[in-house]
């Protein structure tokens, strides 16, 4: 008789992980960067239609986009200074030099497209947005290993205040985020190898990086570095970093010399003397110090804390995994650095290290939670975090401006004049004139730009006179102002058109309303409008 013979039970994985679920989630896997990056995109476009262009940077960084694009499309490329000069005499609100000038190149073919219109700048960045998100994932996917790890990440830096400030206006930082994590992402794998086809892509990507913004410089540091942190010291031996460093050495010598042109504007903030020590303890060092803590304020410090506590108490288990950090580190020691050295600070400037620290947080986070519970619980226990995070993103208070562009739509008329605005959000009132005056026919006058002596006696006999004004808008404020004594000295020659509420969530626009007079008595030959054009000319004519 044959020996019975016995069946073997099924493997619980097998018995746990139908074929049908496992497609599933190989499916969803696939999916999650690109419904990442489809949410991010519908989050920066919301609430386009309820405010007018908010940041004055914000608004310079679009009419820098709309000056490229009328200087093409007038035939002026080969005479772009002269151009310049004749154009910031009319809407002196342009940036350039101070800021690099690719993404406005990039601005100018949706202008090209689109039309000039604060939805299409927003379109713009929202775009880049997207493509931040997506390229955030492929990153953090590639050097952590878990989709849920790089969902999370992705999620929870996403709907940080900071992020939302700057994706929801025309502003730089994600425009140069795009080309930083491109980049970040071909210094992937410098542990094993670093081959010539990610090293010349890194350094021209950097480069994009660095004019779009010149916070980014950090990239150029960061191959040494991770090189160096993970012990690979044959990669200084070897072709590619050498020749990625020199690709990038002239993408910042192009720039050095692109901004000596103009008298070293957008370079000149580096400190380079032994005095700026002392501005850098005193003040740069302690203001950062304070806003890391309120950027630490609610989940990222309740995330911080965990990750921490939990990773440390994880190390009593003895775990051959460990989640490599190597690039993270250096990238944020590097950006530190720049912004350390930095003249300029602002809060938003921490933006650069923000996707680091979330993926370093995060990897605690899971890593300590995978030793302790295993890999279920760590991806639940991250989850819910990111939940977190995107709940709180969604209470975050709608940032808008209302008024400038309202006063516009009563200046312009199809026919030329001049305007003075006499507020702080004189260049979002010149973009909104640029965006309903395509021919470019009214010339406005920043109070502020007029002589000081004009400036402080408000004599509007004279800049009627010599400055043709016709129309002069005020921003009526709470506090004194330079341009305060207009409020006394308009009335009598002017008469008051329409009286626009100012709303903002900002704290300097949030009472108050737009004035807008029309001059009784017009000049009948008026001087010509000249401003010293930042960078260019030295001194006021």
Known sequence: MMPAQVRQPLEPAAVATPEPRRRWMQRLEVAAPFLLALYFFGSALYGVNRTEVIDTDAARHAMNGAFIYDLVRTGHLLHPIEYGKFYYNRMPALSIPFHPPLFPAIEAIFFAVFGVHLFTARLAIAICV?????????????????????????????????????????????????????????????????????????????????????????????????????????????????????????????????????????????????????????????????????????????????????????????????????????????????????????????????PATMAMSFAWLFHGCRRLWGKRVAGIVSAVFAAGFVVAGLAIPFDFLRGPAAAAQVIVQGKPTRVLYAGEADANFIFAIRELDPKRQIIVIPAVKLPVSVLKSADMTHVTNWYGVEWVVIENTAGAHPWSKFQDTVPPVATLQRSIPLESSRMRWRTGSVDVYHVNARAQNPGAVQFSVPGVEAEPR
């Open 130 to 354: 997207a493509v931040s998100a997506f390229l955030l994932y492929r990153v953090a996917l590639t050097t952590l290993g878990y989709p849920i790890l790089a969902a999370c990440i992705t999620l929870s830096t996403f709907s940080l205040w900071t992020t939302k400030f700057v994706a929801r206006d025309v502003m730089l930082e994600f425009p140069s985020l795009v080309f930083t994590l491109a980049a970040i992402y071909c210094l992937r794998g410098v542990r094993e190898s670093y081959p010539m086809r990610r090293a010349v892509p890194f350094a021209l990507l950097a480069a994009a990086a660095l004019w779009t913004k010149q916070h980014t410089v950090f990239l150029g540091a960061v191959p040494f570095l991770e090189a160096a942190l993970v012990r690979r010291w044959r990669r200084f031996l070897e072709w590619p970093i050498w020749v990625s460093s020199a690709i990038y050495g002239v993408a910042v010598l192009a720039i050095i010399w692109f901004s000596r042109l103009f008298h070293g504007t957008g370079i000149n903030m580096i400190s380079t003397s032994s005095r700026d020590v002392y501005y850098i303890v005193n003040s740069t060092l302690p203001h950062y110090f304070a806003w890391i803590r309120t950027d630490l304020a609610g989940m990222p410090g309740v995330l911080t804390g965990c990750a921490i506590a939990v990773y440390l108490w994880s190390l009593r288990r003895r775990d051959p995994e460990k989640p490599r950090l190597e690039l993270y580190v250096v990238w944020i020691l590097a950006a530190l650095a720049i912004l350390i050295d930095l003249g300029p600070i602002a809060p938003r400037y921490l933006f650069f290290v923000m």
